[in-house]
């Protein structure tokens, strides 16, 4: 959240250990611009029955000028194993203890907690995570949604109350879909239909719409839908898009979960802030001493479309770009390869326009991948020829490219239009043995290319993170590598084109070395 000059991330923290563990707790870090933080101590631990083993997630909200956080508290666990359910949990408020501390350090749980406690109808081991509170000024009562499921049935069960004590539950959901399990972490909040520009969470009218996004325990997801809120009835009703795909897009493709968005009141604008997971074991977390790490935060607002989101990164990372080296109107020939000299770094921030003269050799595109693309990236990789692609960019290189991560674009025919396919290959990030962390991500980017014939990726790397945002942001892929054989300090970047067609790269790559470590 923005509260009087500094933005406050809050963040699930395990002090005692790299992995989840069961005396989970807020940790606080504050910052004026984005970049430079300040790490405070954590803001809420487990002190009171209502919370007595684990301060789970939950989200902040100004009400009367003060900010108000809501969260998961449990009150029982499972002692026979406790990385298993049950976990009881409950929701709890804590207000700032003194609003003049500009950091906010100390936070007060009132006795009168849990606000939200357990109820019949209600699955208590199922049962957190509450949204940002949004008012309604038609019976003048704020509303909140805490993520939840019943009998398979994902919900996001709504709340209202006047003065954020007494909490009414509502006799329907914000919204649910049946067999979809446990949603955790939901985000509900409106995007302005018209330019770029973000929202405060409580306003609505003709000019908006709704994205309702949840984090899924069923594949490790973050979905998201546009829709309509009815404020009469309380009710969220995705839009006729996304008719075929009730679970929703993605934010994030690759390793990205328990995200949430606030909204920027100074450069007013909507920030999306997603958690980096691992893709190894809990072992071996433990050995590298952290589990997880937060993705640069990321401006969010609805494409002209009106089909999705659109991602950047925040303005404020420009100002971590150092030294500049710029490739302008290249051209890659037939299975070329061309580094980019001058920067040999596992920091660097690329920004490339690939322009592709022909789609006249574009390959069939095999349609039981539709709804597949990870599938469809794993036969058509890096280094398998095509009509049109794949072409992109090798980053985190070895010389001998023996090691490195492959992010890159493939175009398909598919009856009356193409398919654009955006892949990040790591299966050859690492010369290990552990094989963990040869994944492919992948997913298709709504693009028209008959009319531009141009499609852009910016690449942002920090050591053991990739992400990339395909096509001014319609599509975002982020992984998580660990590069073995070289010091990180000497990577390579490449361009590289593997196909039958040759493809004009107007590129102006951005790589400076960053000034701190993110």
């Given amino acids: 959240m923005y509260y009087k000059g500094f933005y406050h991330l809050f963040y699930q923290y395990s002090p005692k250990g790299a992995v989840w563990a069961n005396d989970i707790e807020w940790g606080h870090s504050v910052s004026t611009d984005l970049i430079n933080w300040i790490a405070l101590e954590s803001a809420i631990t487990p002190s009171k029955p209502f919370d007595i083993y684990g301060c789970w997630s939950g989200s902040a909200t100004i009400f009367d000028g003060s900010p108000v956080i809501v969260y998961t508290g449990i009150i029982a666990k499972n002692d026979t194993d406790p990385n298993t359910i049950p976990w009881i949990q409950v929701q709890n408020i804590a207000y700032p203890k003194n609003l003049s501390d500009p950091y906010l350090r100390e936070w007060v749980k009132p006795d009168y907690n849990p606000i939200l406690p357990i109820r019949p109808g209600i699955n208590g081991t199922e049962f957190r995570d509450p949204t940002t509170a949004w008012y309604n000024p038609l019976d003048k009562q704020w509303r909140l949604g805490v993520g939840s499921m019943w009998d398979y049935e994902g919900k996001v069960l709504l709340y209202k109350s006047k003065d954020f004590k007494t909490w009414v539950k509502a006799t329907d959901p914000l919204y649910s879909v049946k067999e979809a399990r446990m949603w955790e972490c939901p985000d509900f909040y409106p995007v302005s239909v018209k330019g770029y520009l973000g929202l405060d969470t409580s ?43 009730k679970y929703g897009l993605m934010y994030d493709y690759g390793n990205f979960y328990a995200s949430k968005t606030f909204y920027d009141p100074v450069k007013k604008r909507r920030i999306l802030w997603g958690w980096s997971n691992e893709s190894d074991t809990v072992e071996e977390d433990n050995i590298k001493g952290w589990a997880g790490i937060q993705l640069i935060p990321r401006t969010v607002w609805l494409d002209p479309s009106g089909r999705q989101l659109l991602q950047w990164p925040v303005e404020e990372l420009n100002s971590l770009r150092g030294s500049h080296i710029s ?188 000034k701190n470590h993110l």
């Avoid at 908006?208 to 404020?231: C, F, P, Q």
């Avoid at 693309?373 to 020829?385: L, M, N």
């Fill in 203 to 245: 306003v609505y009218g003709q000019d908006t719409k709704h994205v309702l996004k949840v984090s899924m325990s069923l594949d490790g997801r973050d979905r998201y839908t546009i829709g309509t809120y009815d404020t009469k009835r309380d009710r969220y009703t995705p839009d006729a898009t996304f008719a075929n795909n």
């Fill in 327 to 514: 490739v302008t109107s290249t051209t890659v020939k037939q299975g070329g390869l061309q580094q980019v000299i001058g920067i040999q770094t596992a920091r660097a921030d690329v920004e490339v326009t690939f322009e592709v003269s022909s789609l006249d050799k574009a390959e069939p595109f095999d349609t039981k991948y539709a709804n597949d693309a990870q599938a469809f990236c794993k036969i058509k990789g890096p280094d398998v020829k095509g009509g049109v692609g794949p072409f992109g960019l090798h980053v985190l290189a070895t010389t001998d490219l023996q090691e490195r991560t492959s992010v890159f674009f493939r175009v398909f025919k598919s009856y009356d239009k193409h398919v654009v396919l955006m892949c990040n290959d790591d299966t050859k990030s690492t010369l290990a043995t552990n094989k963990l962390y040869g994944l492919t991500f992948a997913a298709y980017v709504d693009i028209d290319l008959t009319k531009s014939r141009t499609i852009s990726l910016r690449t942002l790397l920090d050591s053991s993170v990739v992400e990339s945002f395909g096509a001014g942001g319609k599509t975002v892929i982020s992984s998580r590598v660990y590069t073995r054989r070289l010091l990180r300090a000497i990577m390579h970047i490449y361009l590289f084109l593997t196909m039958v067609l040759l493809i004009s790269m107007l590129t102006n790559l951005m790589l400076g070395r960053y």
